[in-house]
Structure formats: structure tokens, C-alpha cells
């Protein structure tokens, strides 16, 4: 369809799933709301009217040359780059970096564009486990997918071309919508990471599928999940967890006590080292 897809809910942070083989509307208790069926084959040949969809609850606020600049101060350690004159990521280095080495990539993904929310949990670790640390200004729930992946991709090109990054170790994770929309990237760029962090975050509708999990080449999954989270509720996380093992993904599962919110720099050091692992 051309048109975007229109969304009545009965909360304002309901979010809008556009052309898949599903259309929802949803709020805190998730996957309720109007479906429409589209195909998934098709939409997968082309990036015209693809809408990503977010899973948000009301517990969290809703290419050309590149510039590096320094971060603001909440950021020290990290470096703000644009692209298209636009910010398009934070990023550090690990705590050494020797000349011809090549080193892993974590990049993260918050629900309302915000990289600073990882600073404290993520980068101190990727730091210590020698590895790079990025985190997008690109996503934020309700983007639309051909408005945020070429920018990604353009992002991810970017990073490799800047820093000696090992092709083969790049993780994607994101806390809530950001968790969900890794789990769609590594979807729709096949074979580029290795691995997903997902915080508080469930599989898309139309990824709750092995079938469509295999597409993605992910060898695993890391989710960091709050037992008290009634958003992306541990219920939920099971069903994911035994979905991507039917797709020989390995599966490790984080939890933490909290709700719907971001874990703290010990889970993320449990996920990030595990996901390292051989």
C-alpha cells in the first residue's frame, strides 16, 4: 500500500505495525488490536511502504561525508558522528587498540533515539572486553523501516570504514522497541551480525517464526529480561526464547529484578561477555 497505515488505539503510545503479513495496533498488553494481512515474500523485495513496528508501553518516553565531533558532556568518552549532516551515532573506542587488530562491534538502538541511555550500562563493558561501542541516533519507535535502514546501513558502513572492526564479531541490541527492531534488522540485513542484545524487547509478529528467524543467520541471543515486566512479560520472552532455538539460535536468558525498564551495567556485562564466547 502507499498509504501509511492508520492507527486507532486507546492509548497515545500505541504503535503502528505497516506492511508485513500483519498490521496491529497495540498498547501495554502487546499483540491485541486490528490485523490486515499483507505478503511478507513481497515486501521482503523491495523497501517501499515498509513501516517498522515498535512494541512501547507507557513506562518510557515514546549518506555523504561523515563529521566527527565530540560528545556532549553526559558522553565524555564518546564521539558524536554525522552523516548528511545529521547525528547518526555515538561511538568509542575499547580501552586499547592496536594497530593491525581487528575488533567487535556492539551497536545499540534505543526506543526514542536517545544513545546516552547505554553510556552508563554498555560502554564501560565493551570497553573492558575490548571492544568497539556505538549507539544510533537513527531509531526511535514508529520510524518508518526505509526511512531508518539505509541510514543504518550507512551507519555500519561508515564505523568500518573509520575503525578496524571485525566483520565477523557485530552484535546489534536495544532496550524495548530498540530490542524489537534488532531483532527486524538483522532480519533484513542478513548475515551482518552475529549476535542480538535484547533488553526488555520481543520478536516482531512476523518474525515469531523459525522459518523466518533462519533468514537472519544469527548465531545468538542474549535477552535481558525484567521479572516484574508487564510490557514484554518473562511469558512472552519464553515464547521468543523457544522460537529462536528452533532456529539454532542459542539462547541465554538475563534477569534482573525490575519492570520495564533498562537493566543495569551487571546484566549487560553477563550479556555482552556470553555473547562474546565462542
Excluded at 513501516?51 to 565531533?69: D, N, P, Q, R
Excluded at 552508563?120 to 537513527?138: T, W
Aim: proline content about 6%.
Amino acid at each position: 500500500p502507499s498509504e501509511s497505515p492508520t492507527c486507532h488505539c486507546e492509548r497515545s503510545k500505541a504503535i503502528c505495525v505497516g506492511p508485513w503479513r500483519l498490521l496491529r495496533c497495540a498498547r501495554n498488553d502487546l499483540f491485541r488490536g486490528v490485523t490486515v494481512t499483507f505478503s511478507l515474500n513481497k515486501m521482503k523485495k523491495t523497501l517501499a511502504g515498509i513501516f517498522l513496528a515498535v512494541m512501547i508501553g507507557v513506562m518510557f518516553g515514546c549518506s555523504g561525508g561523515g563529521k566527527a565531533t565530540s560528545a556532549t558532556s553526559s558522553a565524555p568518552a564518546t564521539q558524536k558522528v554525522e552523516l548528511s549532516g545529521q547525528p547518526a551515532y555515538e561511538i568509542a573506542a575499547p580501552g586499547s587498540v592496536e594497530p593491525g587488530r581487528k575488533y567487535p562491534l556492539f551497536i545499540f538502538l534505543s526506543p526514542n533515539g536517545s544513545p546516552q541511555i547505554f553510556i552508563d550500562v554498555a560502554l564501560p563493558v565493551c570497553r573492558e572486553k575490548g571492544c568497539y561501542f556505538a549507539a544510533s541516533y537513527q531509531f526511535r519507535n514508529d520510524i518508518r523501516i526505509d526511512d531508518f535502514l539505509p541510514p543504518l546501513k550507512a551507519t555500519l558502513e561508515d564505523i568500518r570504514k573509520r575503525f578496524p572492526i571485525d566483520s565477523e564479531n557485530i552484535f546489534i541490541g536495544g532496550f524495548s522497541g530498540g530490542g524489537m527492531a534488532s531483532y527486524v534488522m538483522s532480519y533484513f540485513l542478513p548475515g551482518t551480525f552475529r549476535g542480538v542484545l535484547i533488553c526488555n524487547g520481543a520478536l516482531h509478529e512476523n518474525l515469531r517464526n523459525p522459518g523466518e528467524l533462519l533468514v537472519s543467520r544469527l548465531k545468538k541471543a542474549a535477552i535481558i529480561m525484567g521479572k516484574a515486566d508487564n510490557v514484554v512479560t518473562p511469558e512472552i520472552l519464553r515464547e521468543d526464547e523457544r522460537l529462536l532455538k528452533e532456529a539454532n539460535i542459542k539462547v541465554q536468558k538475563f534477569p534482573f529484578d525490575g519492570g520495564h525498564t533498562l537493566a543495569g551495567s551487571s546484566e549487560f556485562r553477563q550479556a555482552i561477555s556470553w555473547l562474546l564466547e565462542k
